[in-house]
């Protein structure tokens, strides 16, 4: 398998959690947002949108990460990522959700540069609109944690809404939006922290990493 994605992309963060989760083997092509290697020939022949993360395996390019992570849990079904019962499956779907169509797309690259360019936002401005999604929906996460919640977001093992939350969390520590109203959310990511399988996927550790 080879994942193509960027270092400090979401998207890419929480599919690189769950195939670590998986104990999956895979290859990373780094595709640089920055400048713009997104929308380059070779990457369009892979993913028309001009995003990532897009992942190569068994002969086919899966795209979108909530796609790829149903995929991953699809084809490899051990360990699971998902409960056996259907209303707790909804369950960790809806929170899943919650992070990546309700929240995430509202802060990434492409919203933040259009603030920046065609309504003048400064930095100021976009960490403001970034947080202000961001508390809305760990304020609603935080609530569903509090009712299914075991030591991760749903039970007591890492789900695909584990995954999509650790990399939100670290999107709102970057937009500096402040998270001591939520603990079990800031529990789950002391979790985290010393897990393998998160610990491996973090932005940081990833090949593209460009620290500067």
């Not at 699809?74 to 990546?100: K, Y």
């Not at 569903?144 to 991760?152: A, F, N, S, T, V």
Request: aromatic letters at 8%.
């Amino acid at each position: 398998m080879i994942l193509h994605g960027y270092w400090r992309s979401g998207t890419s963060y929480r599919t690189r959690i769950a195939l670590n989760l998986k104990g999956l083997t895979y290859e990373q092509a780094g595709v640089d947002l920055r400048t713009g290697d997104q929308k380059s020939e070779a990457f369009l022949a892979l993913n028309p949108q001009g995003l990532v993360p897009a992942l190569e395996a068994d002969g086919a390019v899966l795209t979108q990460s909530p796609a790829i992570l149903e995929w991953l849990e699809e084809a490899h079904p051990e360990p699971p990522l998902l409960p056996a019962d259907l209303a707790a499956r909804a369950q960790v779907r809806a929170m899943a959700a919650l992070v990546a169509c309700d929240i995430h797309p509202l802060n990434n690259l492409r919203v933040l540069k259009a603030l920046r360019e065609t309504f003048g936002a400064d930095q100021a401005a976009t960490d403001a609109w970034a947080g202000r999604w961001i508390t809305a929906g760990f304020e609603a996460l935080e609530a569903l944690i509090g009712r299914h919640g075991e030591g991760w977001c749903f039970g007591g093992a890492p789900t695909l809404a584990d995954c999509c939350l650790i990399p939100q969390i670290y999107s709102a520590r970057r937009f500096n939006t402040p998270l001591d109203a939520f603990p079990r959310i800031l529990a789950i990511e002391e979790k985290a922290a010393s897990h393998p399988a998160f610990m491996a996927a973090h932005p940081d550790r990833q090949p593209d990493a460009n620290l500067s």
